[in-house]
C-alpha cells in the first residue's frame, strides 16, 4: 500500500511542475501543450470556466480569475474573440437543449463532472440528440485515443458517435447538394 502511495505521490509531483506560464495559459483559455488549440478556442467562446481555486477545497494551486485579463487574452490570441461567459449555461444545462439537433452528449460513469451534465434526453428534444452514460468510462475516455483495454462500453459508444456524425454529414449533403459540389470541385 505505502508503495502505491509513493508512486501517487510522484505522479502529483509531476501534474504540479507547470510553469508560471502553463498556469497562466490554461487559466486563460489560450491553448497550450496540456488542452490543445480546440480547447483553448472554445474556452474564448463558448465554455467560459474561469474556476477560482484555494489550494485547500480542491487540489489545484491558489488561483482567482480576472474577466478583464480573461477577455483581452481570448482577444489577442484569437483575433478579437469575444468570450460569451453565459452561452454554455444558456445552451446546454437547462432544457434549452431540446432547441439544438445533431448532439451527442457523454459521461462517464467514473466521471466527476457527470453530476453536473445532461443525464437523459429532455423531453421534447430532436431525435438527433443522444444521451449516453458510459459505464466504466472517465472524463472524456471516447474522445481519447483507442487501446485494447479500452471497456466494451467505450468501444461501443465510439462506434455510435461515429455513426451518428456520418448520418449528420449525408443529411447535410442531401439538403445542399450544391455546396458539396463546390466545396468538392475546391479539394
Same mark, same amino acid.
Not at 490554461?26 to 483553448?40: I, K, L, M, R
Not at 474573440?81 to 444545462?93: A, L
Not at 439544438?100 to 462517464?108: A, K
Given at each position: 500500500?505505502?508503495?502505491?502511495? !509513493?508512486?501517487?505521490?510522484? @505522479? ?15 487559466? =486563460? !483559455? @489560450? +491553448? ?14 463558448? @465554455? ?7 489550494? @485547500? ?5 491558489? =488561483?482567482?480569475? &480576472? ?5 483581452? !487574452? ?21 432544457? &434549452?437543449?431540446?432547441?439544438?439537433? &445533431?448532439?451527442? *452528449? ?16 429532455? *423531453? ?31 468501444? +461501443? ?18 439538403? =445542399? ?9 475546391? *479539394?
Amino acid at each position: 500500500y505505502l508503495h502505491r502511495v !509513493g508512486q501517487l505521490d510522484r @505522479v502529483f509531483a509531476s501534474a504540479w511542475s507547470f510553469t508560471e506560464r502553463d498556469l497562466w495559459l490554461s487559466h =486563460y !483559455g @489560450v +491553448e497550450d501543450w496540456t488542452t490543445g488549440v480546440s480547447w483553448g478556442y472554445q474556452c474564448c467562446t463558448e @465554455v467560459y470556466q474561469p474556476m477560482p481555486t484555494d489550494g @485547500v477545497t480542491d487540489i489545484e494551486l491558489p =488561483y482567482q480569475p &480576472n474577466k478583464t485579463q480573461y477577455f483581452e !487574452g481570448c482577444k489577442k490570441r484569437w483575433d478579437g474573440v469575444q468570450p460569451r461567459p453565459d452561452w454554455e449555461e444558456m445552451t446546454f444545462m437547462s432544457d &434549452n437543449i431540446q432547441a439544438g439537433s &445533431n448532439i451527442f *452528449l457523454t459521461s462517464g460513469q467514473l466521471d466527476p463532472w457527470r453530476a453536473a451534465g445532461i443525464q437523459s434526453v429532455p *423531453l421534447g428534444s430532436h431525435k438527433s440528440i443522444t444521451v449516453r452514460i458510459i459505464e466504466n468510462g472517465a472524463h472524456h475516455y471516447d474522445l481519447r485515443s483507442s487501446h485494447p483495454l479500452d471497456p466494451a462500453s467505450v468501444v +461501443e459508444v465510439r462506434k455510435e458517435e461515429m455513426h451518428a456524425m456520418e448520418q449528420w454529414i449525408q443529411q447535410w449533403r442531401t439538403m =445542399y447538394p450544391s455546396k458539396v459540389e463546390s466545396l468538392t470541385s475546391v *479539394l
